[in-house]
C-alpha cells in the first residue's frame, strides 16, 4: 500500500489520533456528562427556593 508524500501513515499498533469531539460522542462519556450537569442542575435549582 503506498501514500502520497502529503499522506501521514499512523504507526503500527496505534490508532489514528482522533480529537475531542470524537471522544464526546462516545454515550459512556455523554451519560456520564449528563449525570453530572442534572446533579449540578438540581443543587442550583434547590438553592434557587426556600424548602
Known amino acids: ?9 499512523p504507526a503500527p499498533g496505534h490508532e ?9 460522542s462516545q454515550p459512556p ?8 450537569a442534572s446533579l449540578l442542575l438540581l443543587a442550583a435549582v434547590h438553592d434557587l427556593y426556600p424548602w
Open 16 to 24: 489514528e489520533s482522533r480529537g475531542c469531539l470524537f471522544a464526546l
Open 29 to 36: 462519556l455523554m451519560l456520564f456528562l449528563s449525570v453530572i
Open 1 to 9: 500500500m503506498s501514500h502520497s508524500p502529503g499522506e501521514r501513515s
